[in-house]
């Protein structure tokens, strides 16, 4: 399965400022995911992350709080702007690189995102 | 519209012994796959293993299986001679259509004591 490397690995920011999370995968794959979990909740799928094309984003998540890139089929980054304590979480990007049926989503180690 | 229900917040079970973990699932694709996921307290994503609803026998990975009901869509994992490593999150996911987007219940902490 691909090897995904997730950076940072946490970060304590102030509120109002920014972030870029990113993943890097060393293989090619089909798709690319950026989830939240907050505190003792599950995930949440936040977006897809559409190499050469904008995110599509889920419902209750806009681009503009969180900007999605994906340059090309191996990287993506998130960037959780202008923070709120509410933003505290865990993000985590996952991929899928196989078109079967069976074939899991495999996920970085997170980001674990404090927000002051 | 898919739904994931895991109804055991939390669970213990005394290391060497087998437990298993609820879940049931909503779904209106007729073909379609449930994964098992486990995050350790240091937060990673592991898969553990994954039932397919045309899958002929009931799915297993080493230590875990599925016992999957489709008729009444359950599908629980069950961990054998627990470990004390074992004591984690346990997640039960399904995918969205073609789209592979997945669906998380609110999961399962199972302790593993002595």
């Known amino acids: 399965s691909a090897v995904i490397s997730q950076k940072p690995s946490r970060d304590i920011c102030q509120r109002g400022t920014s972030l870029t999370i990113q993943c890097q995968v060393d293989?090619?794959?089909?798709?690319m995911f950026w989830y939240r979990q907050q505190p003792g909740q599950s995930l949440t799928l936040i977006a897809t992350a559409n190499q050469g094309s904008e995110a599509t984003y889920e419902s209750g998540f806009v681009i503009d709080k969180f900007p999605i890139s994906r340059p090309n089929l191996t990287f993506s980054t998130l960037t959780v702007s202008n923070m709120s304590p509410e933003d505290s979480s865990i993000y985590l990007c996952?991929?899928?690189?196989?078109?079967?049926?069976?074939?899991?989503?495999?996920f970085g180690d997170g980001t674990r995102l404090s927000i002051l | 519209a898919q739904k994931i229900t895991q109804t055991q917040p939390g669970m213990f079970v005394q290391e060497k012994e087998a437990v298993t973990l609820d879940c049931t699932y909503d779904t209106s694709d007729q073909s379609y796959g449930l994964f098992w996921y486990k995050q350790p307290s240091s937060g990673e994503m592991i898969f553990l293993i994954y039932?397919?609803?045309?899958?002929?026998q009931n799915a297993t990975e080493g230590r875990y299986s599925l016992n999957f009901q489709k008729a009444r869509k359950s599908a629980n994992l069950v961990i054998s001679a627990s470990q004390l490593g074992d004591s984690a999150m346990y997640f039960c996911a399904l995918p969205t259509g073609t789209a592979s987007k997945l669906t998380f219940g609110t999961g399962t902490r199972l302790q593993v004591t002595l």
């Open positions: 039932q397919g609803s045309y899958d002929e």
């Open positions: 293989s090619q794959v089909t798709m």
């Open positions: 996952s991929v899928w690189d196989h078109a079967r049926p069976g074939e899991p989503q495999h």
